[in-house]
């Protein structure tokens, strides 16, 4: 059946010879065409539906799988790691002539906090590959998550090994029986190397996999489009062949079909076809709105993964010769940490089902504030989000002024994120007890693209990072919502509002750092006015003069009129503990024991 008969049908029917029998008559072709053309829509829809959902699964695998492990294989190794470095302090001390037991004490302490770390995150990262085992539904992940739950469980013993091996090291010191600890030695450095190669390869083979599935995602992806692109010329093909042989009536909803298809071949989504009859065409016309759903379900998937970088990065890191720029450099910047206090508590109690939708509206939430105050959105660790601000995104002067704004919208959105805890765990949640806390720092900062030639991000480094999530961990222990350093607030316009909270020396940290609360308009309308911020401040000048019957008179003042002010209960509790020490060695700077 060829399209250049149609014509020819039809000037005979006009003809004299008119009775002359028909082979097959129009009607018989625009069925015959109409029912070929569905049921090759029906085939590309069909196999672009198995495609999309193959490419959803092994989305699923990597969100749920393969990138929960990498964390969890990364915070062992670090872990691990921060093991070694306390044994090494241990060794060291007992090379010493006097060996300061406390000091001992101190690290085998912290090397046991470490090593119940390391084996909570093998014990979480073996159940998770039990449930990759069992849910993923890609055989292939199956396959891998196997083998790869028989090489973790391998490390898992590799490290009691290492951990009981250097417990029996340091119990030969104890005894100072030398030369059976330095002989065991030999044993514990070759087992701590063979222990980080191994999960060094667990990585790279994790990493290795995550990039074949996104590699296999995006080939299937491209599979989809070439079919939704050969059904588009295929619908076009057939709609310009009825312009030609059907009347009037059939014309004119053909040649909408026509030009919706041109639409959508420059890129344009926004089509809705209705049928207009309940016919052969009216069926086309499902079938061709049916196939644009597709479509722009396939660019919402694209969309997707072109989330995962910043436009604006994208244009900073091509130069005019499109090449891209890696080496790092120093900007100052203002960088931010923000999350839910103990968050992740409540998460265990969120049902499976509802988890994927909990974490995506509660990261929009704590994101969405970053962007619209023009920050970068550096990335999600675990329920803490992070961002940083400055040149060339933000005008030098402006990176703390927006880093600042977008505190207080985080702050201001934990009843949004108190609704939608609510609903996931089915019951009602304490804003008090689950607190939003934020961290900024502002100063100079390495900015650029960094990692390994196999894996590149744009980012900041410096200890202006470590500190803004230091100070994260410090609004929490102070109970104040935002806490900032000195740089941030001398960087900021003066009509902010700032208290000075205290000097500290966080964990990790080697100088002091005065650390100030942001005063929002949601804390000046909770009490927190000039007169309030005076008598913290008086109160603050005696602690740290050591004079602390008129600090304590300062502050129980303050706790009349904000009854609920945690950082100055926080301060009064110290008091008595500091009236028993030597007012000489008081040097008003107080050394926090954890982050």
């Not at 393969?66 to 790691?81: D, E, G």
């Not at 998550?145 to 417990?167: G, P, R, S």
């Amino acid at each position: 059946m060829t399209m250049n008969n149609m014509p020819g049908q039809n000037m005979d029917a006009t003809s004299p010879s008119r009775n002359r029998p028909v082979k097959l008559s129009v009607r018989q072709k625009i069925i015959g065409i109409s029912v070929g053309l569905i049921a090759v829509l029906i085939g590309i829809t069909v196999f672009s539906s198995l495609k999309l959902v193959q490419i959803k699964h092994e989305i699923v695998d990597i969100a749920e799988f393969n990138i929960p492990a990498a964390n969890l294989i990364s915070l062992v190794r670090q872990h691990s790691l921060e093991q070694e470095l306390h044994l090494q302090r241990i060794f060291k001390n007992f090379s010493f002539e006097k060996v300061d037991l406390k000091k001992v004490d101190y690290e085998i302490h912290k090397f046991e906090y470490y090593d119940k770390k390391v084996d909570a995150e093998l014990i979480h990262l073996e159940e998770l590959l039990q449930t990759g085992i069992r849910l993923a539904e890609i055989d292939s992940d199956k396959l891998f998550y196997k083998k790869f739950f028989t090489k973790v469980k391998e490390v898992d013993l590799e490290h009691q090994q290492f951990v009981d091996h250097a417990l029996e090291i340091i119990l030969h010191l104890r005894k100072e029986e030398k030369d059976e600890a330095n002989l065991l030695r030999n044993r514990l450095d070759y087992e701590i190397d063979e222990f980080n190669l191994h999960i060094s390869e667990i990585l790279e083979k994790l990493e290795k996999k995550t990039q074949s599935s996104i590699n296999l995602a995006k080939q299937h992806e491209e599979e989809v489009l070439l079919l939704s692109l050969i059904s588009t010329a295929a619908a076009l093909v057939l709609g310009l062949s009825y312009a030609l042989i059907m009347s009037t009536g059939f014309v004119r909803p053909i040649q909408k079909l026509s030009s919706e298809v041109s639409r959508i071949s420059s890129g344009k989504l926004d089509v809705e076809v209705n049928a207009t009859s309940w016919d052969e065409i009216g069926q086309l016309s499902d079938a061709f709105q049916y196939m644009v759903d597709e479509l722009k379900e396939k660019q919402q998937i694209e969309e997707t993964f072109g989330k995962y970088v910043d436009p604006r990065i994208v244009k900073v890191i091509a130069d005019a010769d499109g090449a891209a720029k890696t080496d790092g450099e120093r900007r100052q910047m203002s960088v931010m940490f923000a999350g839910v206090t103990g968050l992740q508590d409540l998460i265990n109690d969120i049902d499976s089902a509802a988890l994927a939708d909990f974490y995506n509206e509660y990261l929009e939430i704590l994101g969405e504030p970053i962007s619209d105050n023009n920050g970068i959105l550096d990335k999600f660790i675990g329920t803490v989000a992070m961002g940083f601000w400055g040149p060339p995104f933000a005008e030098p002067s402006e990176h703390p002024n927006l880093a600042l704004a977008a505190a207080g919208q985080v702050t201001s959105a934990l009843p949004q994120i108190q609704s939608i805890l609510s609903r996931s765990l089915g019951r009602a949640v304490d804003g008090d007890a689950y607190p939003i806390t934020v961290g900024i720092a502002s100063g100079d900062v390495v900015v650029g693209n960094m990692g390994s030639t196999s894996s590149m991000s744009y980012t900041v480094m410096g200890d202006v990072v470590n500190n803004a999530s230091r100070l994260k961990g410090a609004s929490r222990q102070y109970g104040v919502p935002i806490l900032c350093s000195e740089a941030t607030k001398t960087l900021a316009d003066p009509d902010h509002l700032f208290r000075e909270i205290d000097q500290i020396v966080a964990v990790g940290m080697d100088e002091p750092m005065v650390i100030y609360e942001l005063v929002t308009d949601a804390r000046e309308q909770a009490g927190y006015d000039d007169e309030v911020i005076g008598l913290y401040a008086a109160g603050l000048d005696m602690y740290r003069a050591g004079n602390w019957p008129k600090a304590r008179e300062y502050w129980q003042e303050l706790l009349l009129k904000v009854p609920g002010d945690r950082a100055t209960r926080t301060m009064l509790s110290r008091i008595p503990r500091l009236e028993k020490t030597d007012l000489d060695s008081w040097s008003g700077i107080w050394r926090l024991d954890d982050k």
